[in-house]
């Protein structure tokens, strides 16, 4: 029989497509319908290991992706909202929720696919709440998963005939250690463990693979899907690289030891499908389950280890930023206002004093262009908005309390200094922005206008300092001269404009770095505006 090359590979890279948008368009509609909750879930409800596996399995349940549950974790590691050990206990949670799809995939649903495409696309296409669109996306996606199956499924029919296919499985079967690599491999090209176990189980359904090879492919699949999250973690922290590599290094594990007990472990899926008469499709789905609920019960009371490890391979430190407040004890809101006011404040200095480191790191990366700088000064604003939400929380219950006259006043400062504070967070992260555009831009300055931001944001910096230690001490000495520094600077931004203007007649620098300038200097304004309602506030208290 000749095989029409051309017509295989073309359906099978069309269903592979289709399985692919399928699986996006699902997730992206449960993710939708959940709105910013999975976020919050891995934020809230990660207290310890155990329960980041089961937040980790609900949020991959939801978005039909560990990959994506992975850079979320990555990004709340690098921000400072999770440790390493919570991370690491979401990840495991992420490879068991990932496997829910492999068990759809495994129902024969025969060919009601179709339906559920034109179900999926009505809600789409005739109706306007978004509720529906949601909820459109995902019945599409259902049906789309099963489509690209079937294209998929059809042109690797045609194998039955290759001898050379025929012989690469054996090798497969013959040397676990070949399937571990070809499921890595495909699993890095297509970007999607579940395209992986997908083709996967058409290749068991079809008989073109037995078991021996199939599952070292399916283990390998959970090594190729780390990539994602080692991606994820390269410009971020030290921690969320970490964390990447605790994903890496416990897929590795747990492959290594299935490897090792790959015999036992083909008898127990053969044993499980004898009793529940499972088909080839179910029989993966049940492997590639139980293989990542075992790996996560044999690994899960190591993750102090595992963190370690990681730890060791990965030294160093991104500095001293607790996410957390330190000082909000919410027993002293009923014991206690006036000391209740007295911790809020101190959580307010903690506050002031990132959001004036983060405006010095964002300094450094203004004057270095070094890209080390860029996590940090990401991780400072996410910590103020975190900071800002808990104070003002705190602040609020302490409202409802009765407040003698004096106390009033320190409370309302308190609320007006923390959304000071949170916006110099914004105005840092505004030129952080500004910075990448003009280096991914190639968008140079000129060495005055260098020099001359470099003169505006020291003065910043300095202004945020003083009110910062103004607020601390309640000095109206240094207040006075936040106020003087603050005139310093609404000077300084009208005459660098003026000379800005004259370097553009003179075409010493061009529009794009003009712009680039000119939103710069209009920032650091902002935040002398916000070191100066800070300083007012105490010189207004004072008098």
């Known amino acids: 029989m ?65 990959s994506a549950t992975t850079v979320i974790t990555v990004g709340l590691v690098s921000a400072g909202f999770l440790t390493l050990r919570q991370a690491i206990g979401v990840i495991m949670g992420a490879n068991i929720g990932t496997t829910i799809t492999a068990f759809i995939i495994g129902i024969n649903i025969g060919v009601y696919f179709y339906p559920l495409l034109a179900i999926g696309a009505a809600l789409i296409f005739f109706f306007k709440k978004q509720s529906y669109h949601h909820f459109g996306q995902i019945i599409f996606g259902f049906g789309g998963l099963f489509l690209g199956l079937e294209l998929m499924g059809t042109s690797m029919r045609f194998l039955h005939d290759l001898p050379s296919f025929a012989e690469l499985t054996l090798q497969i079967s013959d040397q676990p250690i070949l399937g571990v690599l070809v499921g890595t491999v495909f699993t890095l090209i297509v970007q999607s463990s579940t395209a992986t176990v997908g083709v996967l189980q058409g290749l068991y359904a079809e ?37 990447a590599a605790a994903h890496v290094l416990f897929n590795v594990i747990g492959t290594v030891i299935f490897i090792i007990f790959l015999t036992p472990f083909i008898h127990y899926i053969g044993w499980v499908s004898k009793i529940f008469h499972l088909e080839p499709r179910m029989q993966i789905a049940v492997a590639h389950g139980s293989f990542n609920i075992l790996n996560t019960m044999i690994q899960l009371p190591f993750i102090a280890v595992l963190a370690a490890i990681v730890t060791k391979m990965i030294p160093g430190t991104s500095g001293d930023i607790d996410v957390t407040a330190k ?50 000064v990401l991780q400072f604003e996410a910590v103020l908005n975190n900071l800002d939400n808990q104070i003002t929380n705190y602040l609020v219950m302490i409202s409802n309390q009765p407040l003698s006259r004096a106390d009033s006043v320190r409370h309302h400062m308190l609320l007006t200094n923390v959304r000071d504070i949170e916006r110099i967070g914004d105005h ?10 003009k280096d991914h831009h190639e968008v140079h300055l000129s060495k005055s206008a260098r020099q001359d931001l470099i003169g505006m944001f020291s003065l910043a910096i300095e202004a945020v300092r003083k009110s910062i230690a103004a607020l601390d001490t309640a000095s109206l000495s240094l207040a006075q001269e936040v106020t003087e520094l603050e005139s310093l600077i609404d000077d300084m931004e009208g005459k660098l404009r003026q000379k800005h203007i004259a370097r553009l007649n003179t075409n010493e620098c061009n529009g794009a770095a003009g712009i680039v300038f000119t939103d710069i200097v209009s920032n650091l304004e902002r935040i002398g505006d916000h070191a100066v309602n800070i300083a007012d506030s105490i010189l207004g208290i004072r008098h």
């Not at 497509?17 to 939708?32: A, P």
């Not at 840092?428 to 555009?437: R, V, W």
Request: aromatic share 10%.
């Open 2 to 66: 000749v095989i029409d090359w051309q017509s295989m590979l073309f359906q099978f890279i069309g269903g592979l497509g289709v399985f692919l948008f399928s699986i996006k368009l699902m997730g992206e509609g449960l993710q939708k319908s959940a709105d910013d909750r999975l976020r919050e879930w891995l934020n809230r409800f990660t207290t310890n290991p155990l329960m980041g596996v089961l937040v980790g399995i609900v949020v991959t349940i939801f978005i039909q992706s560990s």
């Open 207 to 243: 008989h073109l693979m037995e078991l021996e090879g199939a599952l070292p492919v399916l283990f390998g699949e959970n090594i190729g899907t780390t990539i994602t999250a080692v991606l994820a973690s390269l410009g971020a922290s030290i921690y969320a690289k970490r964390a």
């Open 327 to 376: 000082h909000l004890d919410p027993s002293f809101i009923d014991s206690s206002p006036a000391i209740a006011l007295g911790q809020a404040k101190e959580e307010v200095l903690r506050m002031g004093d990132y959001a004036l480191r983060g405006l010095e790191e964002t300094f450094q990366y203004m004057k270095t262009g070094e890209g080390e700088y860029i996590p940090t």
């Open 428 to 437: 840092f992260e505004n030129i952080l922005e500004l910075l990448q555009y």
